[in-house]
């Protein structure tokens, strides 16, 4: 393979949380009498960090309560443990390849170590978890993917990231970096794939079979 790393999104790539953590968060704010639906949360803020998913919900709504990440956190985590898999064949892509691994996500580090020791992946990764509360922007800005490189000590152009949402595929072209788009997580739509590629995914798997033969047709970007 012609890639020095390989940066994972962890939420809808390595793990198949997106659906627990948009019905927490719509649980959250129905108790605050705000009625955002879950489907709706998954498709304004999938790949978005908190910080800007709460800036957002502000701005539509008003203040969130002081105790809304709290709340939220206390309704998730018993999801996760009750409900939390890892994605289909993930161990075995992660284990296939011979470069360096990392993960860069939008979630927050305590979550990040909770849900990836869950599902036994988090030594897999472990001390190379890189989260958005490290950088000033989140996604899609490349600040995240940027940061996890440089950590990492690999030059831009030499770092596939997998991703699932669209704001994940817009960091890491805007990082100069290649996409694998992936769309085989539980709240990927039937359109979902045509969305990454045209979000700028170099190619989409549907499952994590199709990993390896991916990474055959991809190279890193000029420059």
Known sequence: ???????????????????????????????????VAADEIMERYTGISWA????????????????FAERHRRRLWPLLAAELKPIPGVAAAIDSLACRICVGSSGRPDRLE???SLVG??????????????VARGKPAPDLFLHAAGRMGVAP???????????????????????????????????????????GAASVIGDMAGFVGALAGLRPRAG
């Open 157 to 199: 152009a030499d770092c596939l990231v997998v991703e699932d949402s669209l704001p994940g595929i817009a960091a890491a072209r805007a990082a100069g970096m290649t996409a694998l788009g992936f769309a085989g997580g539980s709240h990927c739509r039937p359109d979902h794939a045509a969305r990454l590629r045209t979000a």
């Open 114 to 116: 909770y849900a990836l």
């Open 121 to 134: 992946l988090y030594d897999r990764f472990h001390p190379n978890i890189f989260s958005a509360v490290e």
């Open 52 to 67: 800007g998913m709460v800036a957002d919900l502000e701005r539509r709504h008003g203040p969130m309560a002081p105790d």
């Open 1 to 35: 393979m012609d890639f020095a790393l390989v940066i994972f999104d962890c939420d809808g790539v390595l793990i198949d949380s997106e659906l627990l953590a948009c019905r927490a968060v719509a649980d959250c704010l129905a108790e605050d009498g705000v009625p």
